[in-house]
């Protein structure tokens, strides 16, 4: 059985990554690119007076996708900056989108490169979170097989690969509310820190994408639940909660 676990496994991750290679390009994904200036703002540079903090693009988004992906650029080439601030001036902060096409265009140009390169980040984090959703199915089902089979169907859905191979922040989001989920499932055994370690996650989610909050209110609700039958893990409460 542990031979057909792994080749199961090993199909749906092969599956997984030349379906990921596959997505075509977006215009936003550029817009993305722009924004780790951010990164170079707050920990490079370390200047919170600038005219970026002022602008709509500081609120536009939470700020920790902006800085994992500014931060994977620098770790990789320290002169990144320059030529993403070359290749605003050329194409202009907003005016791409009016200038560009579909998305092979965006191939065409000096994107893509950089595109190509920011995705490998969205590739980790899919295969992050595919190992949470296993995880996770299996606090709940307690059945390795079972666990399997729900990840086949995440894995030929056709909106999820796409949705987390895209440089947006979308996939941290769902990568930080998963594991705030484990966390928060296995607080009850472990102890207190586990359940910090859950907050500091869902914390994440909610700076990657504001829609990460719905996390910590699944969460309030599922510690009602806890409190009225404490018998009940904390994964069957969140579960409960979720539903909510």
Known sequence: SRIWFVVWVALLVYMLITRAQRVPY???EISWYFHTKFFDEALVHKRFDSYLWRGYESYDHPQVSKYIYGAYLYILNHEYANERNSLEREYGRWAFYERMGDGQSISRLAFGPVIQTLRKINMATMLLIFAELYVLFYMVSGSIW????????VAVDRTFIPGITVITSDGHVVFFSLLASILYGVSKRRGFIW???????????????????????AIVVSEIFYLLYPRVDRIITLKRATLY
């Open 195 to 217: 359940l910090a370690a859950a907050g500091v996650a869902t914390a994440l989610a909610a700076g990657s994408k504001l829609t990460g909050v719905f996390v910590f209110g």
């Open 146 to 153: 079972f666990s399997l089979l729900y990840l086949t169907f």
């Open 26 to 28: 977006e215009r936003d």
